[in-house]
């Protein structure tokens, strides 16, 4: 079975830092494009980065310049560095692994990160 497991998260004041990462089994990690998704009470799930199987990255606006991914697929881990956190950030993070032709999507359970002012 495929499972994605994420943790890092946690309780953090404003500017501080997290790790978060999402831990794949029965993938081959290397093969799937991979994205942190984040969802906030009463508002819609949102791409909040990206990394393609070659390791290109892409950000949402608001959080460019201060959070990174990036894979180890050795480990079959992708990672999300949040720094300078914001109140905005609080949200529950999701990992979403995409494999296409044939396509599959893959859905972890979630890691709460909460952001106090």
């Known amino acids: 079975q495929v499972h994605l497991v994420e943790s890092g998260g946690g309780l953090v004041q404003a500017g501080g830092s997290l790790r978060l990462s999402c831990a794949a089994s029965?993938?081959?990690?290397?093969?799937?494009?991979v994205s942190w998704y984040r969802q906030a009470p009463g508002k819609q799930r949102e791409l909040v980065a990206a990394?393609?199987?070659?390791?290109?990255?892409n950000y949402a606006d608001s959080v460019k310049g201060r959070f990174t991914i990036s894979r180890d697929n050795a480990k079959n881990t992708v990672y999300l560095q949040m720094n300078s956190l914001e109140s905005e950030d609080t949200a529950v993070y999701y990992c979403n692994a995409r494999h296409i032709n044939p396509n599959y999507n893959y859905w972890g359970q979630g890691t709460q990160v909460t952001v106090s002012s």
């Open positions: 029965g993938v081959i990690f290397s093969v799937y494009a």
């Open positions: 990394i393609t199987r070659g390791g290109s990255t």
